[in-house]
Structure formats: structure tokens, C-alpha cells
């Protein structure tokens, strides 16, 4: 069964920083597209970060861009966003995924972890 662990969420002032961590079972993280997303209250889930198999190219939403940084460690099958210079916007409930290639569509639309709050305050 597939299983998603995400952590390293908190509360921060903005311009801080935070470094969150998604370990996943049930499958390989290093044989897909892992992505970020974020959701916000009363907002659609969208896709923030995104790093490919491979010699691991990395995609960004531009809201994000120059201060978030994805990472993987298949060894560990563990990937990681690392989250700088935060905003008030940044303040979501933060989840990881397997995704289809270069898209934001989900291998396993069914099996979502419980999130990583993050918290940005002025």
C-alpha cells in the first residue's frame, strides 16, 4: 500500500526558513517525478516544485522561484523541498506526490500523506 509521510512544517516569521521532508512506502520514489503541493484555506491544491528522474531537472512555479529549493535522496526514498525567504502567501498545508512526467497529475490520485502545515506570519 502506498504510504506518504510528510514533515518539518511550523510556524515562521516571514523571510525564515523551513526544510520539509516527504518518505514514502509502498512504491520506489527514485523510478517517478516527485512533486510539491501546497493548499491553502479555501484554495485549490496547486503544484509548487517538481524534480524528474534521471539527472533530475527541476521545475518551479514562479511564485516559488529562487526561494524554494527540491531535492531527492532515492537511497532514502526521501525527497525534500527547502524553503526560503517565506512569505505570508507561502502558508499552506504542504503534501508530496509521485506525478505523471512533467505533469502535476498524480500516480496514486487516492493515496495523499496528512500534509505539513507551514505557517508564515508578518
Known amino acids: 500500500e502506498v504510504h506518504l509521510v510528510e514533515s518539518g512544517g511550523g510556524s515562521v516569521q516571514a523571510g525564515g526558513s523551513l526544510r520539509l521532508s516527504c518518505v514514502a512506502s509502498?512504491?520506489?520514489?527514485?523510478?517517478?517525478?516527485i512533486a510539491w503541493f501546497r493548499q491553502a484555506p479555501g484554495k485549490e491544491r496547486e503544484g509548487v516544485a517538481r524534480?524528474?528522474?534521471?539527472?533530475?531537472?527541476?521545475y518551479y512555479v514562479d511564485s516559488v522561484k529562487g526561494r524554494f529549493t527540491i531535492s531527492r535522496d532515492n537511497a532514502k526514498n526521501t525527497v525534500y523541498l527547502q524553503m526560503n525567504g517565506l512569505k505570508p502567501e507561502d502558508t499552506a498545508m504542504y503534501y508530496c506526490?509521485?506525478?505523471?512526467?512533467?505533469?502535476?497529475?498524480?500516480?496514486?490520485?487516492?493515496?495523499w500523506g496528512q500534509g505539513t502545515q507551514v505557517t508564515v506570519s508578518s
Open positions: 506526490a509521485a506525478v505523471w512526467g512533467a505533469t502535476w497529475s498524480p500516480v496514486y490520485p487516492n493515496y
Open positions: 509502498g512504491y520506489t520514489m527514485g523510478s517517478y517525478y
Open positions: 524534480i524528474s528522474t534521471g539527472i533530475l531537472r527541476t
